[in-house]
């Protein structure tokens, strides 16, 4: 029985490629995998791969690009041009980074730029209230928190574009596992959050994406 089978022709389909889950598969199944894709001259990305699966197969793909922090693994990370980004990816906190970055490799694969703007939660409103204007000029915010999830509802108050938000697993007490934070961002005030799984920073790039090549397509 084969171990698996690709979705080739999921970019004519859709638009954007398949991502290979690497959180669960050997390293040895991700060679053949990601083998796979190279030979097709594809450029393939695996996410949330452990640091020994991601040593392991940069010896195997030497100029392939690996982030520890969110488990991305790129065959070829994209050289892009931050200033014509679209997108911006807010985080509350430094502890969000792994979701912050997993969003960010994602539409690197995608060859979308993305700026971050990190450690603007609302312990500190002074910290993104700073940076509004720098904000304003984008079409999409991805917004990640953890803890209470506070962020998004305030960055929806102040800014009028589509929001993504992102609950991370970041947190203690009644805050821990990332509920709280899902729960806040449910429910919130502020009107037409979208708000994805827990720590999924991937599905946020995604939604994104699909947003942003709407609007391309529009233009």
Request: aromatic share 6%.
């Amino acid at each position: 029985m084969d171990e698996y089978n690709l979705d080739m022709d999921r970019e004519n389909r859709l638009g954007f490629p398949e991502v290979v889950y690497g959180e669960t598969k050997s390293a040895g199944l991700l060679k053949s995998i990601l083998g796979e894709y190279q030979e097709q001259g594809k450029n393939a990305l695996a996410s949330r791969l452990q640091p020994e699966k991601g040593k392991e197969l940069l010896a195997v793909f030497p100029d392939a690009f690996f982030d520890e922090l969110s488990g991305s693994f790129l065959l070829q990370k994209n050289e892009l041009d931050e200033s014509a980004a679209q997108i911006g990816i807010i985080c509350a906190g430094s502890s969000d980074l792994f979701a912050v970055n997993e969003a960010l490799y994602t539409l690197n694969l995608l060859n979308e730029p993305a700026v971050c703007i990190n450690d603007v939660g609302v312990a500190g409103i002074h910290r993104l209230l700073n940076r509004l204007e720098e904000i304003k000029k984008f079409k999409v915010l991805i917004v990640v928190a953890g803890f209470e999830g506070a962020l998004p509802s305030v960055v929806g108050g102040l800014l009028k574009q589509p929001i993504i938000a992102v609950p991370t697993s970041i947190g203690y007490g009644v805050a821990e596992g990332g509920q709280s934070a899902l729960h806040a961002m449910l429910s919130s005030c502020a009107n037409g959050l979208t708000v994805t799984n827990i720590d999924n920073g991937y599905g946020a790039a995604m939604a994104a994406y699909r947003i942003i090549q709407l609007l391309k397509g529009q233009s």
